[in-house]
């Protein structure tokens, strides 16, 4: 339910900036909608790492292969509204271009192919400062590392 409300505020704002059109700005603006605890300190596990929750799983380009942790199986129980925070990501694109995430926060909005393709909302990347709708293939990711946090309850 909370997941729901998370993707379905920032649906809303498809094209439309969100704060001051920075990425976590979303995500904090989703949370606070949705009845979520927002961005929690300090930054893990480097600065400008925000935590937006319950850790639930991480993927690593690490020594020319993708290690995740805990591992896959924790992939399959990604769902809708998971924030997910980038550190250095570069991951190749299907039209052969790559997105580059130096530091950078989504909402997930779709799982599919056991996880591994993400559709996501997002503000902020690629020189874009409102809302819009991508996807990315985990398959593809090239450098950096991905954290995806649970959202939680404001009175948890």
Same mark, same amino acid.
């Given at each position: ?14 094209? =439309? ?12 603006? %989703? ?7 927002? =961005? ?68 997930? %909005? ?12 997002? =503000? ?33």
């Amino acid at each position: 339910m909370l997941g729901t409300r998370i993707v379905n505020f920032c649906a809303r704002e498809l094209g =439309q900036q969100v704060g001051s059109g920075e990425c976590a700005d979303l995500a904090s603006k %989703a949370l606070e909608y949705a009845g979520a605890a927002g =961005q929690r300190p300090p930054d893990y596990p480097q600065p400008g790492d925000y935590v937006w929750g319950d850790l639930i799983y991480s993927v690593e380009y690490s020594n020319g292969r993708i290690v995740e942790r805990p591992r896959s199986s924790a992939r399959l129980k990604l769902i809708p509204g998971d924030v997910i925070q980038f550190h250095n990501v570069t991951i190749e694109l299907s039209n052969g271009y790559k997105a580059i995430f130096g530091h950078h926060t989504s909402v997930l %909005a779709k799982v599919s192919n056991k996880g591994i393709d993400w559709g996501l909302l997002e =503000q902020n990347s690629l020189n874009r400062r409102y809302v819009v709708s991508d996807t990315i293939s985990l398959s593809h990711l090239q450098s950096g590392y991905v954290l995806v946090y649970r959202p939680q309850p404001l009175n948890r």
